[in-house]
């Protein structure tokens, strides 16, 4: 009955929205009150005018206007009246889904200054949820790079130090949530692939215009996330031409090699027309060390130390571009964005003799968005955005990856082609060289992996929304669609070489049995699956021809309606939306897990009879926020909703050999095609307080109810009916969660040339598993193969976080000679995180199997850190051009933060194990050179944070020409 009901509702639901339509477009709104100065009477028909926009207003009969609209961003704003001085007020910033009040007094006395710098402000007064907003003023000054790390200085998150590296997306916790809860949208274009829920795409500082970040809570028109969403928009190009440029290098102060170019165009499309403007930007990155250790890697044994990790390059490119035009009332925006990060997989094993042989892997992002928008009428208005976006990656072996792409994994494990090319003797074909050397712990030269990997996932999406102002209601309806096209693959290609030579090339593929969807067997070509050859080759290697269905790509379908309603009166803002989501995710799902293919069409084998395609999810989601501006500078909100999420499709997604291990041996591993949606619940309320003229505090006070989060669990099957009873390991909708604490930020603007910023939070973040396989080992190891169904502590259960931005800076014409010096410091800090103590732990061992756990899980605390990172700047103005050189320093006092310690001894340098009888033991049959290199392994930089990072900069800024 409830599958009926879930089918007529999506079919319902696709009736009505059939259009392809699912960018999550966010816009602001401007209104406010224009009167006399001297009579505080409402000026009726005063002028409202957003600079360089074309868009504006008029004042109504009680002096009251509104424009609707906005893109996100900051503003001049300029009004005027007959026989009143004009007034321009700056740094008006307009931010997604929240409206901007601006009350402006006209007088009648023109010798008053017209131009006005408006203060931004502390908070936004009428959110009804916690928005944290990073303007590019912001940006330009803090000691930061990268989205991720903007949004981790936020309170309410927590973010492993190093994490990302000098190049990548740091991994960031939002309020106790996992790492792949948060939605990154860029210029309306939602970031996240769906293989893995994350976003690998990158956005240069200098493009960037504003990051709106809202923590836990948001409005109906967001989905697929449930902890936090990043909406960032891009700069737009403006009426006169300006260019910029920025030049980082760490070349002469350290060994790390850190390089950062970048540049930006912006200007009037055509001279002279302001209606069509352009912004572009490019960057280019590249990096001797992308990952720079806090400690020295120590090698004793061979008599060599590195104060950087070795072969471990990046290098990254970076480019945007937005096109924005006006044609009386209508507005169109041409926005692109690619990005393309290439870097080395570390494995610490291997840097002792075979740093050359990490394996690489580069990252390409790319996504472009067609925004149309009509102003119908000064109260209504429609968007539509029309977007494109793919994402693509690939692992492979550095040394095969500039020939043919079949000959390249061909050669992974051809004896003859290592021996003469690389000097490297392996111990056969289709074998590697022996796993370590002469001492028994790292990896000897010439030892790789001989994986092969390919991912990729295309998305067209698009976003339609209606928004009109009736009365106080702010009523907006949208709708949204994406359709996907997802391929993976997966080879141990060095295996390749041991085929006999009289195969064919698929043959030799499909006999390895590659984990494969969308490409052929090769892994070099797409494929929709239609090759009849395809049939013969699944029969030849004793599978059933109908597993060709597995072959194909998957191409899930999202899509979304939602209805938002925000009411604003003096002193009440309700904000009420309704939101509907739609799961296609096309995935193949066993029909009795208990006897998994025992009741198909071949009853010693699997074939497409044992599965059916996952049932559509149709769920509905209310979002409530409530305002109470108590007076202009003490508001109170309230926020509860309901949030969705698809599971991660790398967990969902299988091959036409993934499944075979059930006939063989017990699974240890798998996918399950019949994951269900997770859920959170959140609940929030925040007081907000102006405290004089240049200060205020924010509190927020949340509660997390997470449940159906994926990990491992045990399942039994039989493989013939009424056979024994066997156990597989597989994800399920098995974990659960709650989140609670408190964030607190008090910030302090123009008290003399300074300002500062103080966040912190304090959360408890406790659950039954902290990622999709935390359950594994436990699962593998207990009696009863199952996981502690406990309530303990997340691997991410931060408690204390915080986070001080000091930032001082005097204006140009002010202090002389030091005018426009800006020195900017951050001060973070926190506590450690949990880990569950053990007796003992070998890093060469088992200890799933060997080690056991002496306290409750996730009872015992690493240590805490603390960091300061400055960064001091100085510009020197020469006409409309600008000369800033700088200095930016990361950990500027040295410090050596632990990021994480060895479970068995609670220290990030040591396990304990060579002082155990099997250490001893293990010292006493490979002599003195084993302790030395085991030593060597335990000094893991991935257990500590960065060094210090010490950056020379210069910014030329070309202001109008």
């Given at each position: 009955?409830?599958?009926?009901?879930?089918?007529?509702?999506?079919?319902?639901?696709?009736?009505?929205?059939?259009?392809?339509?699912?960018?999550?477009?966010?816009?602001?709104?401007?209104?406010?009150?224009?009167?006399?100065?001297?009579?505080?009477?409402?000026?009726?028909?005063?002028?409202?005018?957003?600079?360089?926009?074309?868009?504006?207003?008029?004042?109504?009969?009680?002096?009251?206007?509104?424009?609707?609209?906005?893109?996100?961003?900051?503003?001049?704003?300029?009004?005027?009246?007959?026989?009143?001085?004009?007034?321009?007020?700056?740094?008006?910033?307009?931010?997604?889904?929240?409206?901007?009040?601006?009350?402006?007094?006209?007088?009648?006395?023109?010798?008053?200054?017209?131009?006005?710098?408006?203060?931004?402000?502390?908070?936004?007064?009428?959110?009804?949820?916690?928005?944290?907003?990073?303007?590019?003023?912001?940006i330009s000054r803090l000691p930061v790079r990268g989205v991720s790390n903007f949004v981790a200085l936020q309170s309410g998150v927590v973010v492993q130090e190093g994490s990302g590296g000098a190049d990548g997306n740091a991994t960031i916790n939002v309020r106790g949530g996992r790492g792949s809860e948060i939605l990154y949208i860029v210029d309306g274009i939602p970031q996240n692939n769906l293989y893995n829920r994350t976003s690998v795409a990158q956005v240069s500082n200098i493009a960037i215009d504003q990051i709106s970040f809202q923590v836990g809570g948001y409005e109906a028109k967001y989905g697929e996330a449930q902890s936090g969403i990043v909406n960032v928009t891009t700069k737009s190009g403006q009426p006169y031409y300006s260019a910029y440029v920025d030049i980082l290098s760490s070349s002469y102060t350290d060994d790390y090699g850190y390089n950062l170019y970048s540049g930006s165009l912006s200007g009037p499309l055509i001279p002279g027309i302001p209606e069509h403007t352009v912004f572009l930007s490019l960057e280019r990155g590249w990096f001797k060390d992308a990952n720079p250790p806090a400690i020295k890697l120590e090698f004793p044994s061979i008599n060599k130390t590195y104060d950087f990790i070795p072969n471990n390059p990046a290098?990254?490119?970076?480019?945007?571009?937005?096109?924005?035009?006006?044609?009386?009332?209508?507005?169109?925006?041409?926005?692109?964005?690619?990005?393309?990060?290439?870097?080395?997989?570390?494995?610490?094993?291997?840097?002792?003799?075979?740093?050359?042989?990490?394996?690489?892997?580069?990252?390409?992002?790319?996504?472009?968005?067609?925004?149309?928008?009509?102003?119908?009428?000064?109260?209504?208005?429609?968007?539509?955005?029309?977007?494109?976006?793919?994402?693509?990656?690939?692992?492979?072996?550095?040394?095969?990856?500039?020939?043919?792409?079949?000959?390249?994994?061909?050669?992974?494990?051809?004896?003859?082609?290592?021996?003469?090319?690389?000097?490297?003797?392996?111990?056969?074909?289709?074998?590697?060289?022996?796993?370590?050397?002469?001492?028994?712990?790292?990896?000897?030269?010439?030892?790789?992996?001989?994986?092969?990997?390919?991912?990729?996932?295309?998305?067209?999406?698009?976003?339609?929304?209606?928004?009109?102002?009736?009365?106080?209601?702010?009523?907006?309806?949208?709708?949204?669609?994406?359709?996907?096209?997802?391929?993976?693959?997966?080879?141990?290609?060095?295996?390749?070489?041991?085929?006999?030579?009289?195969?064919?090339?698929?043959?030799?593929?499909?006999?390895?049995?590659?984990?494969?969807?969308?490409?052929?067997?090769?892994?070099?070509?797409?494929?929709?699956?239609?090759?009849?050859?395809?049939?013969?080759?699944?029969?030849?290697?004793?599978?059933?021809?109908?597993?060709?269905?597995?072959?194909?790509?998957?191409?899930?379908?999202?899509?979304?309606?939602?209805?938002?309603?925000?009411?604003?009166?003096?002193?009440?803002?309700?904000?009420?939306?309704?939101?509907?989501?739609?799961?296609?995710?096309?995935?193949?799902?066993?029909?009795?897990?208990?006897?998994?293919?025992?009741?198909?069409?071949?009853?010693?084998?699997?074939?497409?009879?044992?599965?059916?395609?996952?049932?559509?999810?149709?769920?509905?989601?209310?979002?409530?926020?409530?305002?109470?501006?108590?007076?202009?500078?003490?508001?109170?909100?309230?926020?509860?909703?309901?949030?969705?999420?698809?599971?991660?499709?790398?967990?969902?997604?299988?091959?036409?050999?993934?499944?075979?291990?059930?006939?063989?041996?017990?699974?240890?591993?798998?996918?399950?095609?019949?994951?269900?949606?997770?859920?959170?619940?959140?609940?929030?309320?925040?007081?907000?307080?102006?405290?004089?003229?240049?200060?205020?505090?924010?509190?927020?006070?949340?509660?997390?109810?997470?449940?159906?989060?994926?990990?491992?669990?045990?399942?039994?099957?039989?493989?013939?009916?009424?056979?024994?009873?066997?156990?597989?390991?597989?994800?399920?909708?098995?974990?659960?969660?709650?989140?609670?604490?408190?964030?607190?930020?008090?910030?302090?603007?123009?008290?003399?040339?300074?300002?500062?910023?103080?966040?912190?939070?304090?959360?408890?973040?406790?659950?039954?598993?902290?990622?999709?396989?935390?359950?594994?080992?436990?699962?593998?190891?207990?009696?009863?193969?199952?996981?502690?169904?406990?309530?303990?502590?997340?691997?991410?259960?931060?408690?204390?976080?915080?986070?001080?931005?000091?930032?001082?800076?005097?204006?140009?014409?002010?202090?002389?000679?030091?005018?426009?010096?800006?020195?900017?410091?951050?001060?973070?800090?926190?506590?450690?995180?949990?880990?569950?103590?053990?007796?003992?732990?070998?890093?060469?061992?088992?200890?799933?199997?060997?080690?056991?756990?002496?306290?409750?899980?996730?009872?015992?605390?690493?240590?805490?850190?603390?960091?300061?990172?400055?960064?001091?700047?100085?510009?020197?103005?020469?006409?409309?051009?600008?000369?800033?050189?700088?200095?930016?320093?990361?950990?500027?006092?040295?410090?050596?933060?632990?990021?994480?310690?060895?479970?068995?001894?609670?220290?990030?340098?040591?396990?304990?194990?060579?002082?155990?009888?099997?250490?001893?033991?293990?010292?006493?049959?490979?002599?003195?050179?084993?302790?030395?290199?085991?030593?060597?392994?335990?000094?893991?930089?991935?257990?500590?944070?960065?060094?210090?990072?010490?950056?020379?900069?210069?910014?030329?800024?070309?202001?109008?020409?």
């Amino acid at each position: 009955m409830k599958s009926s009901i879930t089918k007529l509702a999506a079919g319902i639901f696709l009736l009505l929205f059939t259009i392809p339509l699912l960018a999550q477009t966010g816009v602001g709104k401007l209104n406010g009150k224009v009167i006399d100065a001297d009579t505080k009477e409402p000026l009726i028909g005063a002028n409202v005018l957003i600079l360089n926009t074309g868009m504006g207003a008029a004042t109504d009969l009680d002096g009251n206007y509104f424009i609707l609209n906005i893109t996100p961003g900051t503003y001049a704003v300029k009004v005027s009246y007959v026989g009143y001085a004009p007034k321009t007020i700056n740094n008006v910033r307009i931010v997604a889904g929240v409206t901007y009040e601006l009350n402006v007094e006209l007088s009648t006395d023109f010798s008053l200054p017209e131009i006005v710098v408006e203060d931004k402000k502390f908070f936004e007064p009428n959110a009804t949820n916690t928005v944290k907003v990073i303007d590019a003023d912001q940006i330009s000054r803090l000691p930061v790079r990268g989205v991720s790390n903007f949004v981790a200085l936020q309170s309410g998150v927590v973010v492993q130090e190093g994490s990302g590296g000098a190049d990548g997306n740091a991994t960031i916790n939002v309020r106790g949530g996992r790492g792949s809860e948060i939605l990154y949208i860029v210029d309306g274009i939602p970031q996240n692939n769906l293989y893995n829920r994350t976003s690998v795409a990158q956005v240069s500082n200098i493009a960037i215009d504003q990051i709106s970040f809202q923590v836990g809570g948001y409005e109906a028109k967001y989905g697929e996330a449930q902890s936090g969403i990043v909406n960032v928009t891009t700069k737009s190009g403006q009426p006169y031409y300006s260019a910029y440029v920025d030049i980082l290098s760490s070349s002469y102060t350290d060994d790390y090699g850190y390089n950062l170019y970048s540049g930006s165009l912006s200007g009037p499309l055509i001279p002279g027309i302001p209606e069509h403007t352009v912004f572009l930007s490019l960057e280019r990155g590249w990096f001797k060390d992308a990952n720079p250790p806090a400690i020295k890697l120590e090698f004793p044994s061979i008599n060599k130390t590195y104060d950087f990790i070795p072969n471990n390059p990046a290098n990254v490119w970076r480019a945007s571009g937005k096109i924005n035009s006006r044609f009386g009332g209508w507005r169109m925006i041409l926005s692109g964005l690619w990005n393309k990060r290439t870097a080395k997989s570390f494995d610490l094993r291997k840097i002792k003799n075979d740093a050359a042989f990490q394996d690489e892997f580069y990252q390409e992002n790319t996504s472009t968005s067609l925004r149309i928008s009509q102003t119908v009428s000064n109260s209504t208005f429609w968007n539509l955005t029309l977007g494109y976006r793919l994402f693509d990656f690939e692992r492979y072996n550095p040394f095969f990856n500039d020939g043919e792409h079949i000959d390249n994994l061909l050669a992974y494990g051809d004896s003859t082609i290592w021996a003469s090319k690389l000097g490297v003797n392996l111990l056969g074909d289709g074998r590697r060289t022996d796993n370590l050397d002469e001492n028994g712990v790292f990896r000897p030269y010439g030892y790789s992996t001989g994986i092969y990997q390919r991912r990729e996932d295309d998305a067209i999406t698009a976003d339609l929304d209606f928004t009109s102002q009736i009365d106080k209601h702010l009523l907006e309806f949208g709708a949204g669609f994406s359709s996907h096209t997802v391929r993976g693959y997966g080879i141990f290609a060095y295996r390749l070489a041991a085929a006999q030579s009289s195969l064919s090339i698929d043959e030799k593929f499909i006999n390895e049995a590659p984990f494969v969807f969308g490409y052929d067997y090769t892994g070099k070509n797409k494929t929709n699956g239609d090759e009849p050859r395809t049939n013969q080759l699944l029969k030849d290697v004793g599978s059933d021809p109908s597993m060709n269905e597995f072959i194909r790509p998957r191409k899930p379908v999202i899509a979304y309606t939602y209805l938002q309603d925000r009411f604003e009166l003096e002193d009440l803002v309700l904000n009420v939306g309704l939101r509907l989501d739609y799961f296609d995710i096309k995935s193949f799902e066993l029909k009795d897990p208990s006897l998994p293919y025992a009741g198909g069409l071949d009853p010693t084998k699997f074939d497409i009879q044992d599965f059916k395609i996952k049932d559509v999810e149709v769920e509905i989601s209310p979002r409530i926020g409530i305002g109470f501006p108590v007076t202009s500078s003490t508001v109170f909100h309230a926020q509860y909703g309901r949030f969705i999420q698809m599971p991660e499709l790398n967990d969902m997604y299988a091959g036409p050999f993934s499944y075979d291990r059930f006939i063989s041996y017990e699974p240890q591993f798998g996918r399950n095609g019949g994951l269900r949606r997770e859920e959170t619940t959140q609940y929030e309320i925040g007081f907000r307080q102006l405290m004089g003229d240049n200060s205020a505090l924010n509190i927020t006070l949340f509660y997390k109810n997470i449940k159906g989060l994926v990990n491992d669990q045990n399942h039994k099957f039989r493989r013939t009916p009424g056979g024994e009873v066997l156990n597989a390991i597989y994800s399920e909708n098995a974990d659960f969660g709650t989140t609670k604490g408190f964030a607190f930020s008090f910030d302090v603007t123009r008290l003399s040339y300074f300002s500062l910023s103080l966040q912190y939070t304090y959360s408890l973040a406790e659950g039954t598993g902290s990622s999709t396989s935390s359950s594994q080992t436990a699962v593998f190891r207990n009696n009863n193969n199952q996981p502690p169904k406990v309530i303990a502590p997340l691997s991410f259960d931060q408690r204390h976080t915080g986070v001080l931005v000091v930032d001082f800076y005097i204006p140009e014409g002010k202090a002389g000679i030091w005018e426009m010096l800006n020195i900017n410091a951050l001060f973070s800090f926190n506590s450690g995180r949990p880990y569950t103590p053990t007796d003992n732990w070998n890093l060469l061992g088992d200890n799933g199997l060997s080690a056991n756990n002496t306290g409750y899980v996730n009872s015992a605390y690493g240590p805490g850190s603390f960091r300061i990172d400055i960064k001091a700047e100085k510009s020197f103005p020469v006409g409309n051009f600008y000369i800033v050189p700088y200095v930016w320093i990361e950990n500027l006092l040295g410090s050596i933060n632990v990021t994480r310690v060895y479970r068995s001894t609670g220290d990030p340098y040591t396990t304990g194990y060579l002082n155990t009888p099997g250490g001893r033991s293990a010292v006493a049959n490979n002599g003195e050179g084993f302790a030395q290199d085991y030593r060597s392994l335990e000094r893991n930089p991935s257990n500590f944070g960065i060094p210090r990072l010490i950056k020379l900069g210069v910014k030329l800024n070309f202001a109008r020409f």
